[in-house]
């Protein structure tokens, strides 16, 4: 298989930290550090302590989570390949993952705004039978609990990762989130700084857009071939009456309420105990400036036949998440001198499957494997790290992600043309035209308020919700748990207001109003207002910002969701 990375670009972002500067912090040296408790990191970390036992070799191993507890921030549709977790814990019963059931019928629904055209023959790509429905956040509860069965490794959890620490272009570790800094950046009595983590090698699993990810692609020239592209994904999880739960069940939609010339659709999932998952995925690509991923959700769940399903019964959790969509040609260099990427992080998703909690957990074992050998040779160099990458690229993650290389490219010429043109690949292993498409950004796409809608008015109808089938954000964020320190910086970072107040208004309409999930931006006399305690931690602001003037950056350790179910 090809590499899929051109030659370096550099693109020069600043550096935004919460941290304090000029601070005396303590060093902690471990031989592997681990950043991110998700599917990859939690598997890197598992595989790390087998191998230990296995060879006996001494090594420290150091695993921080940003959660205050394992999947705590963890966020999927979700159906789970369990082809991985089978391989690194292959005497575990999967069945006593909690809230999990396997996939017993598929199906696939086109909707228009009235009627549910439900699809005879599933499409391949939608067929799930002998996988598992799952809450990654108990999969992850649950591996966390595997990972402490096993010992050997030490877990920090309400531990965020504020950057990265470099000698030249070498990644030595990560200076740790300060605690007890005030709104206006003054530490406050209970002050704490981070510590400062250096490591032999470590493995970035820090998610989709993670800031340790954004830093060291920049940094380092580390791009794809195409950009990352990304949507996304709004969920609820309801506890329905049981003469409407089909337990094992799981169904996708395209079309209404999405545009034709939107990416993206919906999910239903039945789980367990009368527990349904039931969400939508819009692509942060969408032209329309006042694109809004949670109004898109709710609108999906008053279509008849949604609302059947969820009439009477009860929301208990919610959550939002951005997706890696962008496909094999968007995948970053994986290795640099101390350090590679795994997981979301990487971009390793195959999205017209919708799967990425096998290829994370499977690019977290290769690391594992990798970073162990390469500690044991004396030799963390991006040269010996590379082996990491070539692994993943003739592991069935490359294989997977080959095969749909050029899916989100071809759905940028529109709904029809795009599915026609996704199931000609289907048939050539991937290929189009040619063997590799083009790709643009997701801002790139993005229209002006008088080029999407001229002289005409928005699109935003003023639909009330109605706090039964529908939800305002702010009930959502409820159900999500999350929860904040009110009193330290904001960690959503507009670098600059003016132009928030100037351009912005005028051109796109100030779309953080609409594109955020949580209510974090709001519009207040002529001026941008931050709740940033709202956050979910979605990354959509740090995404679909048509200046890329916003900075997600992580808040004090533990704070953020407090997923249980999603």
């Not at 420290?60 to 999947?71: I, N, Y």
């Not at 877990?155 to 990644?171: C, M, S, T």
């Not at 971009?347 to 499977?362: S, T, Y």
């Amino acid at each position: 298989m090809s590499d899929p990375r051109p030659a370096s670009v550099r693109i020069d972002l600043p550096l935004v930290t919460l941290n304090l500067r000029d601070v005396e912090r303590e060093t902690m040296e471990v031989d592997v550090l681990i950043v991110g408790g998700g599917p990859a990191g939690l598997a890197c970390a598992i595989r790390l302590a087998q191998l230990a036992r296995e060879s006996g070799d001494e090594r420290s191993v150091l695993l921080l989570e940003k959660a205050g507890r394992f999947g705590g921030h963890q966020v999927s549709g979700g159906v789970m390949d369990p082809r991985a977790l089978k391989e690194l814990l292959p005497d575990a019963d999967l069945a006593q993952i909690p809230v999990s059931t396997p996939v017993t019928n598929d199906g696939f629904w086109y909707l228009t705004e009235g009627r549910a055209i439900r699809a005879p023959i599933v499409p391949p790509m939608f067929v799930n039978k002998g996988k598992r429905i799952v809450s990654l956040s108990r999969v992850c509860k649950w591996m966390a609990e595997r990972l402490e069965e096993l010992g050997g490794i030490d877990i920090f959890a309400g531990f965020a990762a504020d950057h990265l620490l470099y000698e030249g272009e070498r990644v030595i570790g990560v200076q740790t989130r300060d605690q007890g800094i005030d709104r206006t950046g003054k530490p406050r009595a209970n002050y704490e700084p981070g510590y400062d983590i250096h490591s032999k090698v470590t493995i970035i699993a820090d998610g989709v857009r993670g800031n340790l990810t954004k830093e060291v692609v920049s940094r380092l020239g580390l791009e794809g071939r195409n950009p990352q592209s990304y949507a996304t994904g709004v969920k609820e999880m309801w506890r329905v009456p049981a003469e409407r739960h089909a337990e094992g069940t799981a169904i996708h939609t395209v079309g209404w309420p999405l545009h034709a010339s939107e990416f993206g659709g919906g999910w239903i999932y039945h789980l367990p105990e009368n527990l349904v998952s039931v969400g939508h995925v819009g692509g942060l690509d969408a032209a329309d400036p006042l694109f809004d991923p949670h109004r898109k959700f709710q609108e999906f769940k008053t279509h008849p036949a949604v609302r059947e399903l969820l009439e009477g019964g009860e929301m208990v959790e919610y959550g939002a998440k951005a997706i890696p969509e962008g496909g094999w040609y968007a995948v970053p260099r994986l290795a640099v001198d101390g350090a590679v990427l795994a997981g979301d992080a990487a971009g390793l998703l195959n999205g017209q499957k919708l799967k990425g909690i096998h290829l994370a957990m499977k690019s977290g074992m290769l690391a594992a494997e990798t970073a162990a050998q390469a500690i044991r040779e004396g030799d963390t160099s991006a040269a010996r790290l590379a082996a990491y990458e070539r692994a993943v690229r003739e592991s069935y993650i490359g294989d997977d992600l080959k095969k749909v290389r050029n899916v989100h490219q071809a759905m940028a010429g529109g709904r029809w043309f795009g599915m026609a043109r996704v199931g000609i690949q289907w048939l050539l292993g991937g290929r189009d035209w040619g063997d590799e498409l083009p790709g643009e950004a997701d801002h790139e796409r993005f229209e002006t308020l008088a080029e999407h809608y001229g002289d005409g008015p928005s699109r935003l109808d003023g639909r009330a919700y109605d706090g039964k089938l529908t939800f305002d954000k702010l009930t959502d964020v409820y159900h999500s748990g999350t929860a904040h320190d009110e009193d330290q910086p904001s960690h959503l970072v507009v670098l600059d207001t003016d132009i928030c107040r100037t351009r912005c208004t005028i051109e796109y309409g100030n779309p953080c109003v609409q594109f955020c999930p949580a209510h974090v931006y709001e519009w207040e006399l002529n001026d941008l207002k931050l709740n940033p305690s709202n956050c979910v931690h979605c990354k959509t602001c740090d995404i679909r910002d048509p200046y890329g003037i916003i900075f997600w950056v992580p808040p004090e350790g533990g704070g953020g969701p407090r997923q249980t179910l999603t």
